[in-house]
């Protein structure tokens, strides 16, 4: 099954309390959080939050519909003295905990996420989110940064350890956090840094990580290559870093990986993951048209759903050729977007015009995924290992998410389709209410075919 994580937040109820003993009492939690375990005290504190009206906002954190945390947000205004030691105006703080079983697998970023959108949705008087984790407390201030928060400063929070302060505002201004009706979910990723919404590209990329297609693609990949200690890596379009720093953990000390993005914000994230690499690394700003590397100065050259979003996916593959070494190797992976299936319950004509749109490319070269060998051979590479792996989504709660995990909002398909002539403008919002009315009930199944190549560079080949 995919590793697939859908977040939600919903209020805390009085028949929570018994699970807020157990997770006060977990030593990872208690660490922090210092709150007490018997039930009484329990209910004096957090009873009147859950009756209302009451200054903090409690949530339970649901994970994959399974109670996972403890989340809550309160006024900065509310608090003066709090307010007073943060010194960030017009805010609202954020706390959450994960229990035992939840924390430490990647997921706290998503959570953040979920949260920092809720209390700025929940408090439209304030204009950031803020969190002030303790120094010591590094999973949380990374968690934080992987979220898209920025370090502000230090502060001493009444009673609590010396702490970090930490502030999310929605990019486009105070609103942007909480467009009703806006589709956050309109995914692209040509121009990352000038998106409204780049940390949610940052998180999708990180829920597009988890999909099982997407581990088979890239474990077959690293058995292709055969990496060895040594060798030089590098990863065009590399996003947030992840997959060229698990093959960096081939290369030994002595190798090193280069990732370049074309995107500041991700390389910004590529370079926090970095820290604590196994081998060398290198992460830069760079354009994968006209790369800035020597010729023939890698072992190998990667690139992973990246070409769909370039002009002109031969030239960056052309790129690719010149910097690995003769009898080097290229690695290739995209998806191909003409393979896109959408099954809601019975409706096959909902199934077809989503075939019928997705089969021509618009404006981007978005099915790149089905034609890699013929890309590789056209910039001189060798095919010599092909792999396909499709990806499966057979529920989505559209009340939970905006979106399937790790893909587009049905308003951002239905946008597509009508620009491709399958759906009339005036029948956008029939569409996307069909679909998730569909999945609502159950009746909602996607999937989507990854295809990757390994290429071989002509030996003793010209540069
Ligand atoms: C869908 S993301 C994939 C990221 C990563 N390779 C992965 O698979 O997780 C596409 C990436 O391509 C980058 N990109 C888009 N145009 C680019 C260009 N001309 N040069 C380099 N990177 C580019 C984007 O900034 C984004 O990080």
Redesign the pocket.
Known sequence: MPSVHRISLRPLRRSDFGLLADWFAQPDVARWWNEPTDRGAIESKYGPRVDGPATTSMWIVEIDGEAAGLAQHYRHADHPEHDAAVGIPDAVGIDYLLSAGFAGRGIGPAVLSELARKALDVEPSTRRCVATPAQDNRPSWRALERAGFARAGACQPPGEPRAWTYVWEPPDGPAAGRRDGEDTHDLG????DDDPDVAV?IAT?DE??TWEA?RRVRAWERAQLQLVPGQRLL??????G??ALALGEDLGGDGDVVG????AA?IAEARTRAEGATCPTRFEV????SLSEPDASFDVAR????L???TDPGR?VGELARVVRPGGLVSL?DTDWSSLRLHVGGDDAITQKVSDALRSERRRPSNVGGRLPEVARAAGLRPIAEAVATQRWDEWDPDRTPAPTGCFSMASLAADLVEAGQLALDEREAFVSTVHAAAREGRFAMALTMYAVVAEAPPGRQA
Not at 189 to 192: A, F, I, Q, S
Not at 260 to 263: L, P, R, W
Not at 286 to 289: E, H, S
Request: glycine fraction near 8%; hydrophobic fraction near 45%; charge should be negative.
């Open positions: 990723y040509r121009e990352v590209l990329m597009t990580a997407t990863d065009v379009g590399c996003g947030l992840d997959a370049i993005d074309a995107s991700m760079g354009d994968a048209r690139s992973e759903r990246t769909q979003w370039l960056a992976l």
